[in-house]
């Protein structure tokens, strides 16, 4: 079922335009239907805050047909804002005394930019461990994206990610290696996930953690991994939410900040994601970044345009089997009363039955 638009959040009128299914809440009251809420806690800067509002709606609203999904926005204070963030934030987002009032059936916790190596010295450290702490006691599945799965590793885990070599950024194919875990029943046991990052948790250290890797990259390293209770917390460090022009937008922006004597260096193409036809665009372009500099003339327009149409996205299909799982399970661990709390319903250890031998699907 649909995406309720409960609000005026510009998000819905744009995913309608596309021609995702939104449900008018006047509507939805009407339906007999079962209601799911999910909490959305976007930590990305201003540029990314509505377009990962997007992504992870589309992925949510695309998922499964079984309930009608309402998802509520909310942030941290701790993260620096714009004008016209706060403004988006004021009229659109739900402080987390409100959320944490009414309940959630899961959350979902996206990544952020960070300034400095230690996670903990950030400013939203401590708002972000109030949440998922009271996430782990109330809410049934939280799903950690990227640097909010480094945080709880780090935090609840004591597994502090390490420093890579070089950006890891790009497609890169991965594999299924624990096919009999729900949240990956009936998904390709190959398929692609961007990643875009700068550090990284071993394989090593989600085993050491007692954590369970279910879909790892030879490439990339671990891509999904569950908590020891097998559903309770659900760590990504790829990007599945990602539009198919997600990198190409990110590579936009490292030209930019080369231009703009940002960055030193010019930045390299991600892996597996440009064909030759798009790299000979940009190596072009490069040529002309380069004299417009040397020259102190004006910098070219960057060719997006001429690139985004040629893009493939082989990833989303996945996505949308895994977050399609994820929610299959959240509707049968939960029940109506969403106030009452994860530990009275389940077993909090084997909340899937794994272990028991009787599993829940």
Same mark, same amino acid.
Request: net charge negative; with cysteine.
């Given at each position: 079922?649909?995406?309720?638009?409960?609000?005026?959040?510009?998000?819905?009128?744009?995913?309608?335009? !596309?021609?995702?299914?939104?449900?008018?809440?006047?509507?939805?009251?009407?339906?007999?239907?079962?209601?799911?809420?999910?909490?959305?806690?976007?930590?990305?800067?201003?540029?990314?805050?509505?377009?990962? !509002?997007?992504?992870?709606?589309?992925?949510?609203?695309?998922?499964?047909?079984?309930?009608?999904?309402?998802?509520?926005?909310?942030?941290?204070?701790?993260?620096?804002?714009?004008?016209?963030?706060?403004?988006?934030?004021?009229?659109?987002?739900?402080?987390?005394?409100?959320?944490?009032?009414?309940?959630?059936?899961?959350?979902?916790?996206? +990544?952020?930019?960070?300034?400095?190596?230690?996670?903990?010295?950030?400013?939203?450290?401590?708002?972000?461990?109030?949440?998922?702490?009271?996430?782990?006691?109330?809410?049934?599945?939280?799903?950690?994206?990227?640097?909010?799965?480094?945080?709880?590793?780090?935090?609840?885990?004591?597994?502090?990610?390490?420093?890579? $070599?070089?950006?890891?950024?790009?497609?890169?194919?991965?594999?299924?290696?624990?096919?009999?875990?729900?949240?990956?029943?009936?998904?390709?046991?190959?398929?692609?996930?961007?990643?875009?990052?700068?550090?990284?948790?071993?394989?090593?250290?989600?085993?050491?953690?007692?954590?369970?890797?279910?879909?790892?990259?030879?490439?990339?390293?671990?891509?999904?991994?569950?908590?020891?209770?097998?559903?309770?917390?659900?760590?990504?460090?790829?990007?599945?939410?990602?539009?198919?022009?997600?990198?190409?937008?990110?590579?936009?922006? !490292?030209?930019?900040?080369?231009?703009? +004597?940002?960055?030193?260096?010019?930045?390299?193409?991600?892996?597996?994601?440009?064909?030759?036809?798009?790299?000979?665009?940009?190596?072009?372009?490069?040529?002309?970044?380069?004299?417009?500099?040397?020259?102190? +003339?004006?910098?070219?327009?960057? $060719?997006?345009?001429?690139?985004?149409?040629?893009?493939?996205?082989?990833?989303?299909?996945?996505?949308?089997?895994?977050?399609?799982?994820?929610?299959?399970?959240?509707?049968?661990?939960?029940?109506?009363?969403?106030?009452?709390?994860?530990?009275?319903?389940?077993? $909090?250890?084997?909340?899937?039955?794994?272990?028991?031998?009787?599993?829940?699907?």
């Amino acid at each position: 079922m649909p995406i309720v638009a409960h609000n005026a959040l510009p998000a819905f009128a744009r995913l309608r335009e !596309e021609g995702q299914q939104i449900l008018d809440p006047k509507l939805a009251l009407h339906q007999d239907i079962r209601e799911l809420h999910i909490g959305l806690l976007n930590m990305m800067p201003d540029a990314a805050l509505a377009a990962t !509002e997007r992504q992870f709606f589309r992925l949510v609203g695309q998922s499964n047909e079984i309930a009608q999904f309402y998802v509520h926005p909310f942030t941290l204070d701790g993260l620096a804002r714009g004008s016209e963030a706060q403004e988006h934030i004021r009229r659109y987002y739900q402080p987390f005394e409100q959320i944490r009032d009414e309940g959630l059936d899961a959350l979902i916790i996206t +990544g952020a930019n960070v300034s400095g190596p230690d996670l903990a010295q950030e400013p939203f450290w401590q708002p972000l461990i109030e949440v998922v702490d009271w996430a782990y006691a109330h809410v049934c599945s939280t799903l950690c994206s990227c640097l909010a799965t480094h945080a709880v590793m780090q935090f609840r885990y004591q597994q502090r990610r390490q420093r890579l $070599p070089a950006k890891r950024w790009g497609v890169f194919p991965h594999r299924v290696v624990a096919r009999a875990h729900p949240l990956v029943s009936d998904v390709n046991t190959r398929f692609d996930v961007p990643h875009s990052r700068f550090n990284d948790i071993s394989h090593e250290q989600f085993v050491a953690a007692g954590l369970q890797v279910l879909a790892e990259s030879a490439e990339a390293g671990v891509h999904l991994a569950v908590s020891p209770d097998g559903f309770r917390q659900v760590f990504l460090q790829g990007h599945p939410e990602y539009d198919t022009i997600s990198l190409l937008k990110e590579y936009k922006r !490292e030209v930019h900040r080369f231009a703009t +004597g940002v960055r030193a260096d010019y930045p390299v193409f991600p892996d597996n994601y440009f064909g030759l036809q798009a790299r000979a665009i940009l190596d072009e372009h490069r040529a002309h970044v380069r004299a417009a500099l040397d020259a102190g +003339g004006q910098l070219p327009e960057f $060719p997006e345009h001429r690139i985004a149409g040629g893009l493939h996205n082989t990833w989303h299909d996945t996505a949308e089997g895994v977050i399609g799982n994820w929610m299959g399970l959240v509707y049968q661990v939960t029940n109506n009363d969403r106030k009452l709390t994860f530990m009275s319903r389940v077993d $909090p250890k084997d909340p899937l039955g794994l272990h028991t031998g009787q599993p829940l699907l």
